[in-house]
């Protein structure tokens, strides 16, 4: 059942992303924040708004009709997931999935909602609600996780196939908290000084300027929904747990990016679209410069300690009910590889933003098919002789390399990047991270129980961090805190 309502759950993001999530999320803000510029300078905002309407209604229609689409394609979905894979339990798999699908198809027209609400938030320098919004979409669905065992008669999945009310339970509860995420996001907006009216004119400049952008934004969102596929397919022929391993190892990993990389990016990509717009790269490329030395600041050590912590925190947080012994060491190696590539994955995303401020989506298409590629054919070589951890090796793999490739590619295109400034913040940053990872080691040899390692090195890690951070006079400290207070 788990394994179902996980490809089930991921596909509406992998079919949002591919079709329009990799459109909205790299052109709307630059978009936005060009036609505002442009307001300002002409004394037309009003003939700005206009434009963002006509972008924002047009982009509706489209998200709610492939939700639509997507609800009626729903079984042959599935079936593309458990390609060669029969029997009685395949087929109780694929029955629960699909009705889950179906259930989770209006989330593809929520999240559409939710990007361009997060778009015109960040255009007002409006941080704090998209960032804390899909804390009510988690604690709607941990409720609903909560009550499915007490709608359930039994939770093995022949049971869960013919049991409608646990089903629908799960897969309503599940997308009603991406409605609530979308919803207070929504009520954020009042007060922001934004000015949306219904407009259908698919042929302002606005909506043709979207449209000429998003042919490589498809094809780079294209790329990296087929690299997932592929992954997830893969993770799908091994063990029972492994896509659950995998997705779980994932969340980990994205957990120091989610809750400071994304804050920093998001703080910085109007500002670097708004520099951009004015021709001031010499700003533009400060501001990557300190975008980049802030979140390998924080990234660093984070993947560090996971490293050295990846079995003790997955004990602690996951092993509890059916989730094993065995399950947790199957996590736990899929999180320390993930964590090899955190780093790279979180500073390539930054190098991204910098080409959307640029409105330069062709080089994101390209670059990304770099990445894509490197990523599937690492997987199709290491699968067969690591299993799942082959396929998350192979993820971090293909980040580092492309985000060697991108800084390669960007520092040409702006005449350089600050490097004396980037290697001399990364030199301080890996000596303090060494630091850290002497004391965490220690604690880890020392403690006798999981629970006691993460409860000690953790926070003895951050602090010891923070204060050799300190004593190197890393200025990248004082930023993040700032953006987070900025953020909030």
């Known amino acids: 059942v788990g394994a179902a309502y996980t490809v089930a759950n991921t596909t509406p993001n992998i079919v949002y992303e591919l079709i329009l999530g990799g459109v909205l999320s790299a052109t709307l803000i630059p978009v936005f924040v060009d036609l505002l510029n442009r307001g300002r300078d002409t004394d037309t905002e009003d003939e700005a708004w206009r434009g963002i309407s006509a972008v924002v209604t ?77 804390v009510a979409n988690n604690l709607v669905v941990i409720a609903t996780l909560l009550a499915v065992p007490h709608v359930a008669d039994d939770l093995s999945l022949a049971a869960m196939r013919a049991d409608t009310g646990a089903l629908v339970l799960l897969g309503l509860g599940t997308t009603a908290g991406v409605a609530a995420q979308a919803v207070v996001q929504l009520l954020a907006l009042r007060g922001a000084g934004v000015r949306l009216r219904p407009r259908w004119d698919l042929r302002h400049p606005a909506v043709s300027r979207v449209v000429r952008l998003s042919g490589w934004t498809f094809g780079f969102a294209a790329a990296n929904q087929l690299s997932l596929y592929v992954v997830l397919v893969l993770a799908n022929r091994g063990d029972a747990g492994d896509v659950t391993a995998y997705q779980a190892g994932q969340i980990f990993f994205l957990l120091p990016h989610g809750v400071f990389s994304v804050s920093i990016m998001t703080a910085l990509l109007p500002d670097l679209a708004e520099r951009w717009s004015r021709l001031d790269v010499d700003g533009f490329r400060q501001r990557v410069s300190l975008g980049l030395r802030t979140i390998a600041f924080v ?12 079995e003790p925190i997955v004990r602690v947080a996951l092993e509890h009910g059916a989730f094993g012994a065995a399950a947790t060491d199957t996590t736990a190696d899929v999180l320390a590889l993930f964590a090899i590539g955190l780093p790279g994955f979180s500073i390539y995303l930054m190098l991204m933003r910098a080409y959307q401020a ?19 054919a690492l997987a199709l070589a290491l699968y067969p002789a690591l299993g799942v951890q082959g396929l998350a090796l192979a993820y971090a793999l293909a980040y580092l390399g492309g985000t060697a490739v991108a800084l390669a590619h960007l520092r040409r295109r702006l005449g350089g990047l600050d490097g004396t400034a980037l290697a001399a913040s990364l030199a301080r940053t890996l000596a303090a991270a060494a630091a850290m990872g002497v004391v965490v080691a220690g604690v880890a040899a020392l403690a006798d129980s999981a629970l006691l390692t993460v409860g000690i090195a953790v926070p003895l890690g951050v602090a010891v961090y923070g204060l050799v951070a300190h004593q190197f006079g890393l200025g990248e400290l004082d930023t993040v805190l700032r953006i987070r207070r900025r953020s909030a």
């Open 58 to 134: 047009a982009a509706t229609v489209v998200v709610v009709a492939v939700s639509a689409l997507f609800a009626l394609a729903a079984p042959l979905i599935i079936r593309l997931y458990t390609l060669g894979k029969e029997g009685p339990t395949v087929a109780d798999q694929r029955a629960v999935a699909t009705v889950l699908l179906v259930l989770f198809a209006p989330q593809i027209a929520l999240y559409g909602v939710i990007t361009m609400v997060t778009a015109l938030a960040n255009v007002r320098r409006r941080f704090g609600a998209p960032m804390f919004a899909p």
């Open 299 to 310: 990234l660093v050590p984070a993947a560090l300690g996971y490293i050295l912590l990846a």
């Open 358 to 376: 640029m409105q330069d989506t062709r080089s994101m298409f390209v670059l990304y098919a770099v990445e894509n590629a490197v990523n599937v």
